[in-house]
């Protein structure tokens, strides 16, 4: 399994979107272009919608998260 850090807030910005995650215990900011979001294969909106979905691994990429998470499984 990849170590990833959650992601807590993403909002749209001037040309892409501005994300933070929680870094041990601390709150880490940085700017994704829309470009690079679609080259990690992530949809933009639903990142926006719902950033708990995802996590950041090394600062540098982007991952969804919630697929193994029993809460967020079909059916319940």
């Known amino acids: 399994m990849v170590s990833y850090d959650p ?14 995650w929680l870094s041990g215990n601390e709150n880490v900011s940085g700017m994704f272009s829309y470009e690079r979001i679609i ?11 719902y950033p708990d979905r995802y996590g950041i691994v090394n600062g540098r990429e982007i991952i969804r998260t919630d697929f ?8 319940d």
């Open 68 to 75: 193994c998470n029993p809460d967020h499984c079909p059916g």
């Open 7 to 20: 992601i807590i807030s993403a909002k749209e910005s001037a040309g892409g979107i501005s994300i933070i």
């Open 39 to 49: 080259d990690m294969k992530v949809n933009a909106g639903d990142l926006l919608n």
